[in-house]
T-cell receptor, first 109, second 113 residues
Framework: GQNIDQPTEMTATEGAIVQINCTYQTSGFNGLFWYQQHAGEAPTFLSYNVLDGLEEKGRFSSFLSRSKGYSYLLLKELQMKDSASYLCAAMDSNYQLIWGAGTKLIIKP | IAGITQAPTSQILAAGRRMTLRCTQDMRHNAMYWYRQDLGLGLRLIHYSNTAGTTGKGEVPDGYSVSRANTDDFPLTLASAVPSQTSVYFC????????????FGQGTRLTVV
């Protein structure tokens, strides 16, 4: 079956670095997405990886290893506004997104 | 302002009633989707549409129907609501089905009692 695994909750300190991991199993693969979702709001797009390696975008970076079925989202210089859920989603061979349950990130001062 | 709009934002519905959730986008996106989001679960796809005039079933389509008469609108209908359909519903769109980014509406919080 198809499955996405990511931690339920993580806590980090303002100004620090945090890495949110995601493993996936899908029927075929057409890319790995990360979305941010603040409580009570809609998900918003953060990143997309389809090739192995690291994609950097400001304070956020996303990494993909297709052979390991593994991705991570790296957040640097954490700010209080980064407190949110981070959703990992893999696109299967039918171009359907399979979503993880999300990682709730709590930032402490 | 370009984007995707859902209505209503929240609704309490008696079981057995019919309800249509509205979704409109003005980005001229071909693909549109309906998801439900429940605590502890990932977003689950209910129905999708690759382009106007076509629809398809997602992971959890039972009890729901959709139509795509034009590019902009993608309403979701619950024919006879049941308590298990209590959820937050998100409509989303993307340029195409293999597009890299989906844009989400603000969600509809539906409670079936």
């Amino acid at each position: 079956g198809q499955n996405i695994d990511q931690p339920t909750e993580m806590t980090a300190t303002e100004g620090a670095i945090v890495q949110i991991n995601c493993t996936y199993q899908t029927s075929g693969f057409n890319g790995l997405f990360w979305y941010q979702q603040h409580a009570g709001e809609a998900p918003t797009f953060l990143s997309y990886n389809v090739l192995d390696g690291l994609e950097e975008k400001g304070r956020f970076s996303s990494f993909l290893s297709r052979s390991k079925g593994y991705s991570y989202l790296l957040l640097k210089e954490l700010q209080m506004k980064d407190s949110a859920s981070y959703l990992c989603a893999a696109m299967d061979s039918n171009y359907q997104l399979i979503w993880g349950a999300g990682t709730k990130l709590i930032i402490k001062p | 302002i370009a984007g995707i709009t859902q209505a209503p934002t929240s609704q309490i519905l008696a079981a057995g009633r019919r309800m249509t959730l509205r979704c409109t986008q003005d980005m001229r996106h071909n693909a549109m989707y309906w998801y439900r989001q429940d605590l502890g679960l990932g977003l689950r796809l209910i129905h999708y549409s690759n382009t106007a005039g076509t629809t398809g079933k997602g992971e959890v389509p039972d009890g729901y129907s959709v139509s795509r008469a034009n590019t902009d609108d993608f309403p979701l209908t619950l024919a006879s609501a049941v308590p298990s359909q209590t959820s937050v519903y998100f409509c989303a769109s993307s340029r195409s089905t293999d597009n890299t980014e989906a844009f989400f509406g603000q969600g509809t919080r539906l409670t079936v009692v």
